[in-house]
Every structure is written in structure tokens, then in C-alpha cells.
């Protein structure tokens, strides 16, 4: 009986989950070593001045303080951590040191950290040290990068640290004459992705064979073991990143931070055991931040609403440095302004701009969350003024089938070319639309609104998206056919709580036409497992991970087939795999488990250039008061296709979750700082995310068609789907209900006393006065 | 100090600092790291345990105020092999991706179907708004909760 395609595409429940629900996972803070002590970090409580003096003495004389270690300790000069994705020589200037030295430049960067018997006792001693710090002028937003005077970094004369444009066609004469136009500007609001679980490390220095093993590691361990091995002077080989169970990372967590470093400088410093476990204070002002940006965007159509361009300015408040992946949210922003549209003349930049405050990285859709808030804004009120319904309007402009592949716009200064690889647009909106229903509520609607029964208008939108994934260069996996005829699996991608373990596994077991039983476990996240590894982010664990999987399949079955075929005297192409055993055209077989007396072991990759594009759309119905602002979500539901699915029920969960992360980022969720630089909100009670009782119903439907051409498995990334179009499609249907108050949301988030603010705006714009 | 209270139906005695938090005591001292530590100000839910058979965030209570007590954590909701019904019903709905916030979800849940096994819907909701889930937007767990209330209503007691 050949399997092929069995478990590829079935709702598996979860492997993962038989820890998980028990409380059998391990995560790095549930790890001890004897002798371990324990790492607490000081951080600066200004945002912006001089580092004068720091006296450490009396924590250092506390009992049970081991060591205080301070940049000095460091040598003569601090390391920093480098970019990981688009490291241009520009960037350099503005990396972050591991500590800072001369200059703070955010609350929350590391002044000194102390390594004691107990947290507790660290905690203490961190109490006892004393910093000097002169308060300089801090620049507290983008605009005051721009205007106010102040620097961030006085040698390098600027607080713009690049600056990105996305063109494509000839937006200048797109605009000249055009028959509508309408300039805009929007803005989205400082917030984070939070994973659940606090971030750790535990480093443990073996100084007689000169080798470091490092615990905590998430994401990126292959691209995080070569930052490190160069901070430390030592080779790649010598240190073992090894990941844990990760409670969640959202592009946040497993990024190269400060603290990578210092965790394991202080392991070899001690030559002890170190273990650094952040509190959700530390959490908030030092985990990279997101989404904080605005713009000044144009649109030009024809009267009949096809759009003939986008142009404008795009800012991004970047912090105060540059870190790992800091560059990714402001291109995006300026990639995917036209999304999932036929947009011919683009003509958009985006300046970079350090500010003092916690700098930014990934989260979940970088850039995408955003821009698609202003696109998906502008296009409704230009819907509106063209007299166009807001569903036409869309499907005038979506990329057809027949344009695919599409071409978008090219962002200079990489002058990278990318393109849409497949599917049928219309169709998932349809889908959308239908679900929601959308045609009979449309009216219903409207006309409620005339006479609100409760006081509260009702308000109906509808989003698409495109989702990027698959990004490259590469991935790898091996899999080894143990003497008993199971199967491990050893990948190079990363597990951060998406359930790697059980899609990896429904793959590996059709690719070799076996049970999942007889697969004994997918091994991930450990520089040990395979010869280099690329990890988890850009939706790209599936499409690379799997692939690579399918590609040492191949090469295991060749290798099975050849010694099935010297065994059963036949030929290797003849010999079928099935059932645990190899069978001979002449009926004779041999069992899988007996085909060699030690383990195969075969590596397989998956190289790629190209990404792969899921998408869908959302729509949403909510309702209104507008004598207090409050916001009602009464229906929320999200379509994505994402080609081939590989397990539907861990797809939709991402799906699902996304939106609700999504409406966290739309309705709540903020980080707030004053002039001084100085965060106002550092702990959940102040930093809000949504629960059980906020958004009670949320659908998500997954669907699947139009492979992609760009790999075996026909995958494109998902995971990121559901959080894009949610800032637009709630601020849309927000629009729509209060239409009649001529209530237009620009701003992120939509609190109920921004919602309210409008709405007296808006009165008084009417009025008049 | 010494305190001496019950875990998982086992008497322990634990030498301990005024200051530490039962959530720490557990995890470090008594090594049981099912319960998580997710924001040790009461908020987040992770470390949510049964003390005396109501839910308690265990980063707000102190070791020494347990003295005396019955404490069960999410390794004594479970069985050596296999799942209980709860935790069959959360894997059954995807209620779960990451895991960490899922010992104290499982906790919280344990203790409302102990008491209520007729809650609705908004019930569980009102209920679960204190443990805070960053992946999977609640509605699966929610009705994982639900689809688990069969299994309480006939003793109440074993989940």
C-alpha cells in the first residue's frame, strides 16, 4: 500500500502537545546546574546622557556576589551586535555595544551586571551600585529626529540611518494629470510582540576544552553562534547553541541580543555556570519594539477607481540603534504599500530615524501590519469620494491571475527584485465576503444605521493581503534510518511554538511512505543536528525546512533502494519501499530494519531566491458608541490560501491568533514614552494585550490552491497572514459606522477615548467651530 | 523559614527566605517547572496553581503562607500516562501552541469545571480573562474548556 500523501494535509493533532498540557515542556528558565550563579543586569533609567561614573564597590562586597562586571571589564573595545538581515555599511555607526560605556541611549540599556549565588542576591547588590549619568536633551520621537537639534550619535552628524525607495513605472507622470487624487497622512503606534514566555539564557564555559554551550537559544542559532563566536574570539565549532522549548517568538525572540553576550563573557569570566532570566519590566524596555511609523502618501486613480499610483513619504521610528533584523519593518513598509494590487507607478521613501528610545526588530508581518493600514485606509476614503463601493473598488485593483508572475516594486538601495508567484486573488475574497455575509449585512446595515436601536452604529470593511514567505538562501535537514527501520528527523530550522515538530513530521512520513509512529522524533534547533542552518523567520520553516526534508527523503530512499537491490539481486530502480520493507519485482523482500547493520544517515537541502506569496482577506463588523468611543467586534473573519497545506488545524490556529495579536496592535496595545525618552508603560498592567473576554469571535478559514512553482511541497509561508490586514479592515469598518459623524480613523491604536476623540472632532469640523 | 504544606498530595518541608514567591519555591526548590513564570506581578496567569482547591497566581503568594496548605500544579492535574480529559480536549481544539501559558490555563480551567461544570460560554471567557494566551486568540481554548465539561459532571472531582 503506498502512503504517499496521507498525512500531508490532514488536521494532525499535535505532538508537541503531549508535553505541553502536562507541563512537561522545558524551557531555559527551568534549567539549573550545580554551581550556578545567577546574572542580573542594571539598566539605565535615563533615555538619554552621558555616562560619567559608576561605582560597583559595595555591591561587590555584598556576601554571595560573585562578580560585577561593567563595560571596563569588556576590554578596550565594547562589541556590538551586528546586522543579521540586510547588514549595509551605512548601519555600522549605529550598532549597538553589549554594554554602554559612554552614552546611554535608552531606558533600559545594560550598564552593568552582577553575578551572585541567588537572583535575589543579584537583585540586591544591583540596589547597592551607584551610576552618574548627565541628562542630555533626548529626542523622543521621529519628528524630533528630524527637527529638535539633539544626536544620538554626535560623530556621525545625523539621526537618519538610511534611507529606502520603492519605484516602479513613472509615478511622476502617473500623477500628472491624473483625474483623482488624494493626500493622506497615517500613522501606527509603538508596540510589541510580548511572547508569553520571558526571555533567558544559561552559558556554561568548559575552559579545559575551550568550548561554550549555550541554552536559550531561539530563532536564528546557526546566524547567532557566528555573531557570538566573533565577540568572543572564539571559532564557531567550539560553541553549542541548543534551544529549548521556546514560548513563542513572534520575530522578536531568538534575535541576537546584548545579553547573548554577556550571559556567556560572564560564564567564562566566573568559570561557572550563568543563568539571566529577564522580568517583564526588563521585557518591555529591552525586547525589540515595532510598528512605530507615519506617512504622507498620495493616490491616483482614474474616475472608474483603477489606481494609477502611490507616492509619498514614509517615517519609522527605529530607536536607538540598529539591531539585527532593525531595517526590515521600514523596507517592507515601503515594498508593500501596493500589497496585493495592480499598482504601476510607485514612487515612495522611507527615512530611518533614531530616537531614544528601545530599538526595534521584526514582528510578526513587519512593515505589512502597517502599510497596509495606510493603503487599505486611503483606498476606502477614496472609494467613498469616487462614489465606488469598497468591495469594487478592491477588485478593480487586485493582481489577476493571468498577471502572475507580478512584479513589484524594487527598494533601493538593494535594488532586489521580487514578485507574486501564484494564485487567484478573487477568490479568496469571494470566500471572504460569503463568509461574513457580507451582501445581506451591507444593507441591513446601513439602514440600521439611520435609527441606532441602542445607540450604537454598525460599521462592515473588507482587506486583502499579501503574505511573504519562503525566504532564502537555504535549508537543511538530515534523516537517519535507525537499525530498528524508525526514522529521525534532524532539521535546521527552529521551533518557537508553531508546531514544527508534527508538520515536520506528517512530511518526513509521507516523503518516506511510513506511519508517523514509526517516526521516533524531529530533532530541531541545536548547531549539533546538521551542517548549517538558517532557522525561523519570514514564514520560511515549511517551505525550507520541508523541502529539505523531501530532498534528503530522495536521497535515502536511493540510498535504501541500493542496498535493497545488492540484497535482492536486483535493480535499485526496481526495489518498491513500502510497509517497513523492500520489495524485489520477484516478490523477495527485506525488512527496512535490516538493510544495514549501522544507522544510514543521509543530509538533504533546499536552496531558494525566490519567496512565496500566501494570501487572502479580512473583514470585520463591528459596532459603535460613539458617546463613549467603545468599539464593538461582533464578527471577525480571515481567508487565507496558502497553496498546499500542510496541516490545517495548526494553520488556522495561526491564523486566528494572528488576528487576535492583530486587534491587541489596533485596539490596546502601546508603548508609551514621555519627552525625556522615559517608558510609561512597563508592566502589564500599564502595556495592555487582548484576553478571553476581548474578541470572542474571530474566524479563520484556510484554503488551499495554486501550488507554489517554487518549491516540491507547493507551501507558501503562513503564519503571518492573519495580522496583517487587521489595523485597516478595523479602522475601515470604524469609518464605515461612524459615516455619518464624518469620523475618519488616521491614528493607531483605537482606544475608546481616540474613538470618542474623533467623534468630537469631527462634530466640531461640522459645526463649524 | 520552614514551611511545610502539601504538593501534589505529597508532604513537603522546604527551608526557605521570607521573600520568596510560592511560584519560585516551586519551580526552583521543589523542582517542579510545570508552573511558569510569566510576568511575577499577578497579571499573566502562567503561574497560576490550586492552593486549597481555588486557583491562586503563585508570583503573588509567598512560600510561607502555604504553610499548611494543599498545593496541586499542573503535574498533579496529570497522569503518569496518556491525557485526562482537559488536556485531550485542548490538543483536540489546538489550544495551544507555545505551551507556556498553558499550565496555568489548564489550572484556572480545572478549578472553574470543578465548580461549575454548567458554565457557558462567557462564563469560561470571565473566567480565563485572567491568564493571558499570546497565541492562540482564546477561541480554541475557550472551547476546549467547553468540550471538556462532560468529564466533570459526574464526580467533579478527578478531571
Redesign the interface.
Known amino acids: 500500500m503506498r502512503r504517499a500523501n496521507a498525512l500531508v494535509g490532514q488536521p494532525i493533532e499535535r505532538l508537541e502537545d503531549l508535553r505541553f498540557v502536562r507541563g512537561r515542556g522545558q524551557y531555559v528558565d527551568d534549567l539549573a546546574r550545580n554551581g550556578m550563579l545567577h546574572a542580573v543586569i542594571l539598566r539605565s533609567s535615563v533615555g538619554h546622557g552621558r555616562f560619567r561614573e559608576i561605582d560597583v564597590s559595595r555591591a561587590k562586597r555584598m556576601t554571595g556576589v560573585r562578580a560585577v562586571v561593567t563595560a571596563a571589564d569588556l576590554g578596550a573595545s565594547i562589541p556590538v551586535v551586528p546586522m543579521r538581515l540586510q547588514p549595509m555599511p551605512e548601519f555600522a555607526p549605529f550598532a549597538q555595544p553589549v554594554m554602554a560605556r559612554d552614552k546611554v541611549r535608552y531606558v533600559g540599556e545594560a550598564l552593568a551586571m552582577v553575578l551572585a549565588d541567588t537572583a535575589a542576591i543579584a537583585e540586591d547588590a544591583i540596589g547597592a551600585i551607584e551610576v552618574d549619568i548627565e541628562p542630555l536633551p533626548a529626542v523622543s520621537n521621529w519628528q524630533g529626529a528630524l527637527n529638535n537639534g539633539a544626536l544620538l550619535f554626535e560623530d556621525e552628524g545625523t539621526n537618519v540611518s538610511m534611507k529606502f525607495r520603492a519605484v516602479l513605472g513613472d509615478a511622476e507622470a502617473a500623477f500628472k494629470n491624473a483625474p483623482y487624487k488624494r493626500r493622506e497622512r497615517f500613522s501606527t503606534q509603538r508596540h510589541t510582540a510580548l511572547p508569553m514566555e520571558p526571555r533567558g539564557v544559561l552559558a556554561e564555559w568548559d575552559s579545559a576544552q575551550g568550548r561554550l554551550t549555550v541554552s536559550g537559544a531561539a530563532k536564528v542559532l546557526f546566524a547567532n553562534r557566528r555573531i557570538l563566536a566573533k565577540q568572543m574570539g572564539l571559532s564557531e565549532d567550539a560553541i553549542y547553541m541548543v534551544e529549548y522549548d521556546v514560548g513563542g517568538s513572534f520575530g522578536a525572540r531568538g534575535e541576537f541580543y546584548p545579553e547573548d553576550f554577556l550571559i556567556p563573557f560572564a560564564a567564562r569570566h566566573c568559570g561557572r555556570p550563568v543563568k539571566w532570566t529577564e522580568d517583564r519590566r526588563e521585557h518591555l524596555m529591552t525586547m525589540n519594539h515595532a510598528r512605530e511609523s507615519a506617512c504622507d502618501v498620495e493616490i491616483a486613480c482614474d474616475r472608474d477607481g483603477t489606481v494609477r499610483g502611490l507616492r509619498g513619504h514614509a517615517f519609522v521610528d527605529m530607536g536607538a540603534y540598529m539591531r539585527t533584523n532593525g531595517a526590515v519593518g521600514a523596507r517592507n513598509i515601503a515594498q508593500f504599500m501596493s500589497g496585493p494590487y495592480r499598482v504601476p507607478n510607485i514612487d515612495i521613501d522611507v527615512l530611518l530615524l533614531l530616537t531614544n528610545k528601545t530599538p526595534v526588530g521584526t514582528y510578526r508581518g513587519p512593515g505589512r501590519f502597517e502599510t497596509d493600514f495606510f493603503r487599505e485606509r486611503l483606498f476606502d476614503m477614496a472609494a467613498r469620494d469616487l462614489g465606488i463601493d469598497q468591495v469594487e473598488f478592491r477588485r478593480r485593483n487586485l493582481v489577476r491571475e493571468a498577471d502572475m508572475p507580478y512584479t513589484l516594486a524594487s527598494i533601493a538601495p538593494f535594488e532586489s527584485k521580487d514578485e507574486l508567484d501564484s494564485g487567484d486573488y478573487q477568490v479568496t475574497l469571494d470566500r471572504c465576503l460569503a463568509e461574513i455575509g457580507w451582501a445581506e449585512k451591507r444593507t441591513k446595515l446601513r439602514e440600521a444605521n439611520k435609527k441606532p436601536a441602542d445607540g450604537r452604529y454598525h460599521g462592515l470593511a473588507v482587506s486583502c493581503f499579501i503574505e511573504g514567505g519562503a525566504a532564502g538562501p537555504k535549508e537543511s535537514a538530515r534523516l537517519v534510518l535507525e537499525t530498528d527501520g524508525t526514522l529521525t528527523v534532524y532539521v535546521g530550522s527552529s521551533g518557537v511554538g508553531q508546531g514544527l515538530e508534527t508538520a515536520f513530521t506528517q512530511i518526513a512520513a509521507d516523503a518516506m511512505e511510513m506511519p508517523m509512529e514509526r517516526i521516533n522524533k524531529v530533532f530541531h534547533g541545536s548547531t549539533a543536528y546538521v551542517s548549517d542552518g538558517y532557522g525561523s523567520y519570514h514564514s520560511r520553516s515549511i517551505v525550507m525546512g520541508g523541502s529539505a526534508i523531501l530532498d534528503a527523503a530522495t536521497k535515502l530512499r536511493q540510498v535504501m533502494c541500493a542496498e535493497a537491490a545488492r540484497r535482492l539481486n536486483c535493480g535499485a530502480a526496481e526495489v518498491v519501499l513500502a510497509d517497513g520493507r523492500a520489495t524485489s519485482p520477484d516478490g523477495k523482500s527485506v525488512a527496512w530494519s535490516e538493510l544495514a547493520p549501522e544507522p544510514i544517515s543521509v543530509e538533504g537541502a533546499f536552496l531558494n531566491h525566490k519567496h512565496t506569496w500566501a494570501y487572502g482577506a479580512h473583514a470585520a463588523h463591528v459596532s459603535v458608541d460613539p458617546k463613549t468611543g467603545h468599539v464593538s467586534l461582533l464578527d471577525y473573519v480571515a481567508v487565507e490560501n496558502c497553496g498546499r497545506m500542510i496541516n490545517p488545524l495548526t494553520l488556522k490556529g495561526q491564523l486566528v491568533g494572528a488576528v487576535a495579536q492583530g486587534l491587541g496592535g489596533t485596539f490596546m496595545e502601546h508603548l508609551v514614552y514621555d519627552e525625556h525618552g522615559q517608558l510609561l508603560t512597563g508592566s502589564l498592567a500599564d502595556y495592555l494585550v487582548p484576553t478571553a473576554s476581548d474578541f470572542p469571535k474571530i474566524r479563520g478559514f484556510v484554503m488551499e490552491s495554486h501550488p507554489s512553482p517554487l518549491n516540491p511541497l507547493g507551501a507558501k509561508g503562513a503564519g503571518e497572514g492573519g495580522i496583517i490586514s487587521v489595523g485597516g479592515v478595523i479602522s475601515n469598518a470604524i469609518a464605515d459606522a461612524l459615516s455619518s459623524f464624518g469620523v475618519e480613523p488616521r491614528d493607531l491604536p483605537l482606544t475608546p477615548s481616540a474613538v470618542w476623540q474623533l467623534v468630537q472632532d469631527a462634530r466640531k469640523h461640522s459645526d463649524g467651530t | 523559614m520552614s514551611v511545610k504544606f502539601s504538593v501534589n498530595g505529597k508532604t513537603v518541608e522546604v527551608e526557605v527566605?521570607p521573600?520568596?514567591t510560592l511560584a519560585d519555591c516551586l519551580?526552583?526548590h521543589l523542582?517542579?517547572?510545570?508552573?511558569?513564570?510569566?510576568?511575577?506581578?499577578g497579571?499573566?496567569g502562567?503561574c497560576t496553581v490550586l492552593v486549597d482547591d481555588a486557583a491562586v497566581r503563585s508570583c503573588l503568594m509567598l512560600a510561607v503562607q502555604a504553610e499548611g496548605a494543599k498545593v496541586v500544579?499542573?503535574?498533579g492535574l496529570?497522569l503518569d500516562e496518556g491525557?485526562t480529559p482537559l488536556?485531550a480536549s485542548?490538543?483536540?481544539h489546538?489550544a495551544?501552541?507555545?505551551?507556556?501559558?498553558?499550565?496555568g490555563m489548564?489550572t484556572t480551567a480545572h478549578a472553574l469545571l470543578t465548580a461549575e461544570p454548567d458554565c457557558d460560554?462567557d462564563r469560561?471567557?470571565?473566567v480565563?480573562?485572567?491568564?493571558?494566551?499570546?497565541?492562540?486568540?482564546?477561541?480554541?481554548?475557550?472551547e476546549a474548556v467547553l468540550d471538556a465539561r462532560a468529564a466533570y459532571k459526574h464526580d467533579g472531582k478527578r478531571p
Open positions: 527566605e521573600r520568596l519551580r526552583h523542582r517542579l517547572t510545570g508552573t511558569h513564570v510569566g510576568c511575577e506581578h497579571v499573566c502562567a500544579t499542573v503535574e496529570s491525557l488536556q485542548f490538543r483536540k489546538h495551544l501552541q507555545c505551551g507556556f501559558c498553558t499550565p489548564i460560554a469560561v471567557r470571565e480565563l480573562s485572567g491568564n493571558l494566551c499570546r497565541c492562540t486568540g482564546y477561541i480554541s481554548i475557550v
